[in-house]
């Protein structure tokens, strides 16, 4: 799944923002594996000091903290400029992406029911307060989006900001596929894929309408849907963050190692929607599509399956439009969650969805 050699790495200043679950898990890859030179771990709560002192105690090696509130521009500017990263890895989040399927309420049903995007305002402020900084201060340098970045990447491009690229989703089930289809560990597997088909694939379990199946092509062949339904399949929930930040680990190979090059999968990738087959080399990332797939197509399949994340489109000034049936989700409880969201109206979109299912 990587063609690259360890000795070839250079280890970088690496800066990792929000250290909950998925950070958590994505700090001790990067430290343990040897990707940094320094590592600086960054967040509001105490989580960042305890893991660096942890990392510390475990490896060795150079593992910094420091607290910062990641929406605050003016302070990640300053961090940015303090700490020159070589990369930025962006875990944080307002609202875990699985909290809302553990509330027992009729209005975290319907934003369930209505799609993942009616969550974009908890997954977009960070990633952009950060890209905005970056900007400010001119670093050049890589960031890897941990946050939705299927949808968020797209929105953001749209400002000329988007994220170097996303981790999990595409790459779980290409992961997955990899490791349990018949053939695909020696073949060459390629697969293209949203986000609102994760839960599904991993579970083995036929998309439901209007969701298809993801493009999955194993040395040339693409697959018929019923080959993807492997058994037995993975339970959602908490556990799944291991499997989505042990895929950033080919990215940090592409990333980092300048004399080998990297093929994976991964979302986000040129702010594009969905994910795709990519190919590192140089430091630079570029798509690996199957022969016989145009990248016209391929980009339009995963526009297409944004519905199922309840996303309709994304307008050239980046506002995300939902489908009809997110609307109807949200009708009885707050349409508003469902109306076109604007990048400058995320603030009092997040107020908007806390309240709805009656979170601080």
Same mark, same amino acid.
């Given at each position: 799944?990587? #063609?690259?050699?360890?000795?070839?790495?250079?280890?970088?200043?690496?800066?990792?923002?929000?250290?909950?679950?998925?950070?958590?898990?994505?700090?001790?890859?990067?430290?343990?594996?040897? %990707?940094?030179?320094?590592? @600086?771990?960054?967040?509001?709560?105490?989580?960042?000091?305890?893991?660096?002192?942890?990392?510390?105690?475990?490896?060795?090696?150079?593992?910094?903290?420091?607290?910062?509130?990641?929406?605050?521009?003016?302070?990640?500017?300053?961090?940015?400029?303090?700490?020159?990263?070589?990369?930025?890895?962006?875990?944080?989040? @307002?609202?875990?992406?699985?909290?809302?399927?553990?509330?027992?309420?009729?209005?975290?049903?319907?934003?369930?029911?209505? +799609?993942?995007?009616?969550?974009?305002?908890?997954?977009?402020?960070?990633?952009? *307060?950060?890209?905005?900084?970056?900007?400010?201060?001119? @670093?050049?340098?890589?960031?890897?989006?941990?946050?939705?970045?299927?949808?968020?990447?797209?929105?953001? *491009?749209?400002?000329?900001?988007?994220?170097?690229?996303?981790? +999990? &989703?595409?790459?779980?089930?290409?992961?997955?596929?990899?490791?349990?289809?018949?053939?695909?560990?020696?073949?060459?597997?390629?697969?293209?894929?949203?986000?609102?088909?994760?839960?599904?694939?991993?579970? +083995?379990?036929?998309?439901? *309408?209007?969701?298809?199946?993801?493009?999955? %092509?194993?040395?040339?062949?693409?697959?018929?849907?019923?080959?993807?339904?492997?058994?037995?399949?993975?339970?959602?929930? @908490?556990?799944?963050?291991?499997?989505?930040? #042990?895929?950033?680990?080919?990215?940090?190979?592409?990333?980092?190692?300048? &004399?080998?090059?990297?093929?994976?999968?991964?979302?986000?990738?040129?702010?594009?929607?969905? +994910?795709?087959?990519?190919?590192?080399?140089?430091?630079?990332?570029?798509?690996?599509?199957?022969?016989?797939?145009?990248?016209?197509?391929?980009?339009?399949?995963?526009? %297409?399956?944004?519905?199922?994340?309840?996303?309709?489109?994304?307008?050239?000034?980046?506002?995300?439009? %939902?489908?009809?049936?997110?609307?109807?989700?949200?009708?009885?409880?707050?349409?508003?969650?469902?109306?076109?969201?604007?990048?400058?109206?995320?603030?009092?979109?997040?107020?908007?969805?806390?309240?709805?299912?009656?979170? &601080?």
């Amino acid at each position: 799944m990587t #063609s690259n050699i360890r000795s070839t790495l250079h280890p970088a200043k690496i800066l990792i923002l929000g250290i909950g679950d998925v950070g958590a898990h994505i700090a001790r890859l990067v430290v343990e594996g040897q %990707y940094s030179s320094t590592c @600086l771990l960054a967040g509001q709560s105490g989580a960042a000091e305890q893991w660096a002192q942890l990392l510390q105690i475990s490896t060795g090696r150079d593992v910094r903290a420091t607290r910062v509130n990641g929406q605050d521009i003016e302070a990640l500017r300053k961090l940015f400029a303090d700490f020159e990263p070589d990369l930025i890895v962006q875990c944080a989040t @307002l609202l875990a992406p699985y909290v809302m399927k553990t509330l027992d309420i009729p209005q975290a049903k319907a934003i369930v029911q209505g +799609g993942f995007a009616l969550q974009t305002a908890a997954q977009l402020p960070v990633i952009r *307060a950060v890209m905005q900084a970056r900007r400010s201060v001119g @670093l050049q340098c890589p960031v890897i989006n941990c946050s939705y970045p299927d949808v968020t990447n797209a929105v953001l *491009a749209a400002e000329g900001l988007a994220p170097t690229v996303g981790i +999990g &989703n595409v790459s779980m089930m290409a992961w997955r596929f990899h490791r349990f289809l018949p053939g695909a560990a020696e073949g060459d597997l390629r697969v293209i894929g949203h986000h609102s088909q994760l839960p599904f694939s991993l579970a +083995g379990e036929a998309m439901p *309408a209007p969701t298809p199946a993801p493009l999955v %092509y194993l040395n040339g062949r693409k697959l018929d849907d019923g080959e993807l339904l492997l058994k037995p399949g993975l339970r959602g929930g @908490l556990t799944q963050n291991y499997l989505a930040a #042990s895929t950033i680990r080919p990215i940090l190979h592409g990333l980092l190692d300048r &004399n080998h090059a990297t093929e994976t999968h991964a979302p986000g990738v040129l702010g594009l929607e969905g +994910g795709y087959p990519v190919q590192f080399a140089d430091g630079d990332v570029c798509l690996r599509l199957p022969d016989g797939l145009s990248i016209q197509e391929a980009i339009a399949f995963n526009k %297409y399956a944004a519905a199922g994340d309840g996303v309709d489109h994304i307008g050239d000034d980046g506002t995300l439009f %939902y489908t009809k049936l997110a609307q109807e989700a949200m009708a009885p409880w707050c349409p508003e969650l469902a109306e076109p969201l604007k990048l400058g109206d995320l603030n009092k979109r997040l107020a908007l969805l806390k309240a709805c299912i009656g979170a &601080n």
